[in-house]
T-cell receptor, first 112, second 114 residues
Framework: DVKVTQSSRYLVKRTGEKVFLECVQD?????MFWYRQDPGLGLRLIYF???????EKGDIPEGYSVSREKKERFSLILESASTNQTSMYLC???????????FGPGTRLTVT | AQKITQTQPGMFVQEKEAVTLDCTYD???????LFWYKQPSSGEMIFLIY??????QNATEGRYSLNFQKARKSANLVISASQLGDSAMYFC???????????FGQGTTLQVKP
């Protein structure tokens, strides 16, 4: 079974802090994705990566950056957390662009 | 631009009955894929079913089937014989021809009544 894990289920940070959300997949998938989920808006793509050290902006990249130094790990970075970044963050991976995405359990981030 | 629309914010169904969750989409890509995911209260997104735009037959996976009507740009999910464990939020999503990016709808919350 594909397994996608995220470093935390719940996280509380203060405004202005630098926040790292980690995602690891164990199936040698090429593609990895970061989404945020907000009520009434569904999931929106923040960043994605097709390969190690490659990244592409999604629909809402402002205020975020990513890092993919190893194939299995994709990190989402909030350089200076703000209250409007309070959300559920979901990581996903897929074998390539034609296959379904597998999701991690999500990290519920609260910025106070 | 690609867009997915789910017009039913919430739905109820009686246990053991069938239910249809609506999804319409808009795209100019020549080929695309349509997905349904289930999100229980635990938060994890679970892949349910996939339909390719060139697939001749509607996709089925156990109690799930996808009613794909290309001309109407709709991809409704049908759940037969609903179970209490089907209570969850359901998302329709679309992938374009050239990227692995998914565009999601707003979701439909389904509650199954005993």
């Amino acid at each position: 079974d594909v397994k996608v894990t995220q470093s935390s289920r719940y996280l509380v940070k203060r405004t202005g802090e630098k926040v790292f959300l980690e995602c690891v997949q164990d199936m040698d998938h090429e593609n990895m994705f970061w989404y945020r989920q907000d009520p009434g808006l569904g999931l929106r793509l923040i960043y994605f990566s097709y390969d190690v050290k490659m990244k592409e902006k999604g629909d809402i990249p402002e205020g975020y950056s990513v890092s993919r130094e190893k194939k299995e790990r994709f990190s989402l970075i909030l350089e200076s957390a703000s209250t409007n970044q309070t959300s559920m963050y979901l990581c996903a991976s897929s074998r390539d662009s034609t296959y379904e995405q597998y999701f991690g359990p999500g990290t519920r981030l609260t910025v106070t | 631009a690609q867009k997915i629309t789910q017009t039913q914010p919430g739905m109820f169904v009686q246990e053991k009955e069938a239910v249809t969750l609506d999804c319409t989409y808009d795209t100019s890509d020549p080929s695309y894929g349509l997905f349904w995911y289930k999100q229980p209260s635990s938060g994890e997104m679970i892949f349910l079913i996939y339909q390719g735009s060139y697939d001749q037959q509607n996709a089925t996976e156990g109690r799930y089937s996808l009613n794909f009507q290309k001309a109407r740009k709709s991809a409704n999910l049908v759940i037969s014989a609903s179970q209490l464990g089907d209570s969850a939020m359901y998302f329709c999503a679309m992938r374009g021809a050239f990227t692995g990016k998914l565009i999601f709808g707003q979701g439909t919350t389904l509650q199954v009544k005993p």
